[in-house]
């Protein structure tokens, strides 16, 4: 595609379900990164992959918290036994590579009731 | 670790100039980069400055001194369109793509 998609768009779950997110990054781009954005605030890195390799999980903010990528192309964070707090909109990024310039998609906008 | 500070909100009127601040405090530092983000939209990459002095693209300008540790982002001749979120972020390696952000600065642009 032209650009870093992700779905869905918006998520709303109760407490303590498991929920999916997806992107589809930019295609040929090696690199993948996921960012959370809570309102009102900044970017928070949660992981990056360097193909479908993940040398930094240093974000994730609990075991609750995975990710995997496959095919050096769609990734899926998965947040288990969800959580109020981790209501936000979840970023993903690609780059071509390393020290290149990531391109962010549109987010999915996670709520837990 | 990182910590970035930027003011909150900015205002300024079509056609005028605004100065975004930047001050951080790093235990690594690559670089310095700015984002956009209008409400709802994705972070759109604005400029990143590696080195220490102003780099021009357009109307947005971007400055960097590394031994002030300090950064701004300089939008002349500004248009409603401009009215978003800018965002400082620190490279505290060469992988572009983490960063740490500060917590934004609300531009408004006034008629």
């Known amino acids: 595609g032209a650009g870093v998609s992700q779905s869905p768009s918006n998520k709303v779950t109760e407490k303590g379900k498991d929920v999916e997110l997806r992107c589809d990054p930019i295609s040929g781009h090696t690199a993948l990164y996921w960012y959370r954005q809570r309102l009102g605030q900044g970017l928070e890195f949660l992981i990056y992959?360097?193909?479908?390799?993940?040398?930094?999980k240093s974000g994730l903010p609990s075991d609750r918290f995975s990710a995997e990528r496959t095919g050096e192309s769609v990734s899926t964070l998965t947040i288990q036994r969800t959580q109020q707090e981790d209501s936000a909109v979840y970023l993903c990024a690609s780059s071509l590579d390393l020290p290149a310039e990531a391109f962010f998609g549109q987010g999915t906008r996670l709520t837990v009731v | 670790g990182q910590s970035l500070e930027q003011p909150s909100e900015v205002t300024a009127v079509e056609g005028a100039i605004v100065q975004i601040n930047c001050t951080y405090q790093t235990s690594g530092f690559y670089g310095l980069s700015w984002y956009q983000q209008h409400d709802g939209g994705a972070p759109t990459f604005l400029s990143y400055?590696?080195?220490?002095g102003l780099e021009e693209t357009g109307r947005f300008s971007s400055f960097l001194s590394r031994s002030d540790s300090y950064g701004y982002l300089l939008l002349q001749e500004l248009q409603m369109k401009d009215s978003a979120s800018y965002f400082c972020a620190v490279r505290d390696s060469p992988n572009a793509g983490k960063s740490t952000f500060g917590d934004g600065t609300t531009l408004t642009v006034k008629p």
């Open positions: 400055n590696a080195l220490d």
């Open positions: 992959f360097q193909g479908n390799s993940a040398p930094d």
